[in-house]
């Protein structure tokens, strides 16, 4: 199994910036990617980010240059830098790992709040 805790969500003012993390647990072996996702009010859960055991990293076109993914393997955690917020980044965050084993882990989300 894989557990995945995030954490880092709240309220910023437009042009801000926050810091997501996303710390892994249990079977750590298994994880060949990590991903964030996020989840607007009313609208389906989209991609964000990616970065891969071997440290490559992409980017949807809507956060590529304002937003950085990285990781500390020493402590199982992955972050997700967000500078130059806007109000349409308001949304559940979400971590998700992709693993060799049957199963589809994800955190249970941070609520991240942009107000103009």
């Known amino acids: 199994q894989v557990q995945l805790v995030e954490s880092g969500g709240g309220l910023v003012q437009a042009g801000g910036s926050l810091r997501l993390s996303c710390a892994a647990s249990?079977?750590?072996?298994?994880?060949?990617?990590m991903d964030w996702y996020r989840q607007a009010p009313g609208k389906q859960r989209e991609w964000v980010a990616v970065?891969?055991?071997?440290?490559?990293?992409n980017y949807a076109d809507s956060v590529k240059g304002r937003f950085t993914i990285s990781r500390d393997n020493a402590k199982n955690t992955v972050y997700l830098q967000m500078n130059s917020l806007k109000p349409e980044d308001t949304a559940v965050y979400y971590c998700?790992?992709?693993?060799?084993?049957?199963?589809?882990?994800w955190g249970q989300g941070t609520l991240v709040t942009v107000s103009s």
């Open positions: 998700h790992a992709r693993v060799t084993m049957p199963m589809d882990p």
């Open positions: 970065i891969t055991r071997g440290g490559s990293t």
């Open positions: 249990g079977s750590i072996f298994s994880i060949n990617a």
